[in-house]
């Protein structure tokens, strides 16, 4: 098992299967036009694959802020349904705070939906902490 930047569309047309479980309002067509323009904005997906077959993908990318100066903000992050428990999530998370490690970065940052209840229970797991409230206005 090992974990990879995503470089290719054949990479992301992968990583879409794993994807599409967090994000389902996207069809292949759509997921590759906006993984392209995401990464014009400094995007990076990261997959993991255990004996060739796809089990999980982040994707994030680093921002600076105000608050916290340079950060990694961890966009997407989700593991096969039937490969949960077992490790990858894990492994994924550590992969990325080793990034942060590498480039002296003190925080990461995640935001994630009010009803993910298992996903909120990995986070705090992992020492996370809920510190804020995201809102949103559709226009």
Known sequence: MNIQYATSVADYTRCFEVMKELRPHHNLESFLTTIDAMQKEGYHLLYLEDEGR???VGGF???TTLYDGLIIDFDDFVTLA???SKG???MMFEYLVGIAKEKEIKTIH???AHHRYDAHR???NKGMKIIAHHFRIEV
């Open 110 to 112: 995640l935001n994630s």
């Open 61 to 63: 990318r680093f921002t």
């Open 88 to 90: 990858y999530g894990a």
């Open 82 to 84: 039937n490969g949960r």
């Open 54 to 56: 796809m089990v999980s």
């Open 122 to 124: 990995f986070y705090l």
